[in-house]
């Protein structure tokens, strides 16, 4: 991966549509995105509020002439810009319903997209989006951003070069507490539309971070999902979506995985964790320590991998995804950052005319964001038939 914009020679233009005062992602984005320099934040649409939209834009240092009171307003006013000032990219951290449609206006106009996760609203809205992209041929990343971390980088590269033998058993866990009280009934900004159905999706929580859940046991294992058998639950009284969950996947080569997300256990945080089980070892990281991996075999020490990108057991993704010496703590900055490093290169390829690739990527795309929305889709189907075992591997997933 490249580290600068090459023969570019030039900042990626960004425009940013949420991320007004008193959001939460939106800030992660723009200070993600101008980590290694290559990009600058210069036009917005921050806020559903015209008024708080254009009021947010100096925290970000956007001039107002570019500080839009809607994305349709950003789009179209940015179409009409020279070639030489118009935005490269369009950044999506508005709540989920919101993704599609600026995501499809977008796309149609030629921006490049980075989206965040959930990709869509529903599953229906996803293939059309797949379909938008593949007709445009803009780059979409979805911030599925735990797969940015160099550790679980390292990881994933250890089961391709088969380190840890066959891959039998996956757990992956994402486990909160912030909802364990009805933190919408006071109106919570982030808790609001969340637990409610018609801009959170399906699932509340199985969407929200059951998704970064499973989304991260596809990418260690790189294995296909077969089928799915998943329990929801209301545990909060009044909720109208799920705060908990349970799911067992079938992968194709046979091996079991379980996918738990939370956000109604008490002191729990962003407890991102992830096991997986090979014929020849295992391996365990947890987001609350990521730069640890914890690497098992029976009858050996066990093994702690830190992130080291001059230490000899450290593959080449995982070392091209640092930026820091050992013991210099790298984190959730960095791992978001390296999605936008991965997108930025593609975004380039395609600004000078060159082919880039569009399904593996190194950062989560449209075809990861399709599948997230067939994983949540499949998850509240199943639990709504009492944990039925129903298809989980749609025709986009990755081989
Ligand atoms: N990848 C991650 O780790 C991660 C973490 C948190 C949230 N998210 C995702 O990011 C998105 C935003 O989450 P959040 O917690 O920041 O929400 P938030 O409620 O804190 O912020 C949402 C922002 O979007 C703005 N908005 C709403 N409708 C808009 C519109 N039509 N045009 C412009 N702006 C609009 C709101 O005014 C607000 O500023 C969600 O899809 C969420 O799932 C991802």
Known sequence: MDTTNGSLNRKLRMALVGGGSGSFIGRVHATAAVLDNR?????????????????????????????????????????????????????????????????????????????????????????????????????????????????????????????????????????????????????????????????????????????????????????????????LRTFETGRALDDYGHAVIQFENGALGTVTASQVTHGRENDVTIEVDGTKGAIQWRQENPNELIVRRNGSAHQIYTRDPNAPYFLPLAKSSCRLPSGHPEAFFEAFANIYRAAFDAMILRIEGKSFETKNTIYPNVYDGVEGMYFIQQSVASSRENGAWLPLQHQAARK
């Open 39 to 231: 990009a600058a934040l210069v036009a917005g649409a921050l806020s559903s509020d015209p008024v708080r939209a254009k009021s947010s834009a100096a925290g970000y240092d956007i001039p107002l002439d570019r500080a839009y009171a809607s994305y349709q307003e950003l789009i179209d006013s940015e179409l009409a810009k020279p070639a030489t000032e118009r935005i490269d990219f369009l950044t999506i951290a508005t709540p989920n319903h919101m993704h599609f449609p600026v995501a499809k206006a977008a796309v149609e106009a030629g921006f490049n997209v980075v989206c965040d996760k959930p990709m869509t609203f529903d599953l229906a809205q996803a293939e059309e989006l797949q379909k938008l992209v593949e007709k445009s041929g803009v780059v979409f990343a979805v911030t599925h951003n735990y797969t940015g971390y160099p550790l679980v980088r390292q990881a994933r590269e250890m089961v391709q070069n088969g380190e840890l033998g066959e891959i039998q058993c996956i757990r992956s866990n994402y486990i909160q507490g912030w909802l364990r009280t009805r933190l919408e009934s006071s109106d919570q900004k982030q808790a609001a539309w969340r637990t409610d159905p018609t801009r959170s999706g399906a699932a509340g929580c199985f969407g929200d971070i059951g998704t970064h859940a499973y989304n991260l046991g596809r990418y260690i294992s790189g294995l296909l999902p077969k089928q799915i058998s998943c329990h």
